[in-house]
């Protein structure tokens, strides 16, 4: 072999690598560029592709259509992306861009549920507790809205409380369902921190102070091992 020849061919293998390399690309967030979404969406990157479906959802750096938002969402959901099945879910929950079609929403929300997203899981207890495209099922309910709320998920924790409020598919305990208020008061924000606060403070003015403190420990004990889960959300 020459000497020609043999240079060649350390250039284009050097020694100790094996195989191309490539440069990880950064997450795609809400502050990505329009332009590099596009690029990354067209080339069927599902996280990008959900990124823009959300953007035509909501009109931020593009004309709001609805319709288009569906488009790019079933792209990523059809690659098994959890966040885009759900929000696909949602449009068809909400008949926004498709016509409403409970079924649809439900077939969406479980692929994603069945991935542990607890907005998927928390979207099916509303479906099983509503009877929307099921039959009205409150012990189904509540293993959704449980897996969701087991995940510190807000919402999730207010619904779980209160089907116990009410004692809808579980015996009605006002210990248990303040402690799921508590917790989702303590994590939510905006409007919905609020709402669940005022619902907290309304079931505890039923309540003695024995169960008060009941739930308030219940509720601390719940967020101590929460926040000592190796892998917690």
């Not at 959901?77 to 016509?99: C, F, K, T, W």
């Not at 009205?136 to 293993?143: L, M, S, T």
Request: aromatic share 8%.
């Amino acid at each position: 072999m020459s000497l020609v020849l043999l240079g060649v061919l350390c250039l284009t293998n050097p020694a100790g690598v094996q195989g191309s390399q490539q440069v990880p690309q950064a997450p795609i967030t809400s502050t990505t560029p329009l332009k590099e979404v596009r690029a990354r969406a067209a080339k069927g990157d599902a996280a990008a592709q959900s990124n823009l479906g959300s953007r035509y959802r909501t009109g931020e750096g593009v004309p709001q259509d609805l319709k288009e938002a569906v488009r790019w969402y079933r792209m990523a959901a059809d690659q098994g992306h959890a966040v885009a099945q759900n929000s696909l879910g949602v449009r068809y929950g909400n008949g926004e861009g498709v016509p409403q079609d409970f079924a649809e929403a439900l077939r969406w929300y479980l692929l994603a549920a069945e991935q542990g997203l607890p907005a998927a899981q928390d979207n099916l207890g509303g479906m099983h507790s509503k009877g929307e495209g099921v039959p009205q099922d409150f012990k189904e309910a509540v293993r959704w809205f449980q897996l969701a709320a087991e995940q510190g998920f807000a919402t999730a924790q207010f619904h779980l409380g209160a089907m116990y409020a009410t004692g809808r598919g579980v015996p009605r305990d006002y210990v248990e369902a303040h402690k799921w208020r508590i917790l989702a008061a303590s994590r939510a924000k905006g409007e919905s921190q609020k709402r669940y606060a005022a619902t907290r403070d309304a079931i505890a003015r039923t309540m003695t102070e024995a169960q008060l403190a009941e739930a308030q420990e219940r509720a601390d004990d719940w967020q101590t091992a929460f926040d000592e889960r190796p892998n917690r959300p």
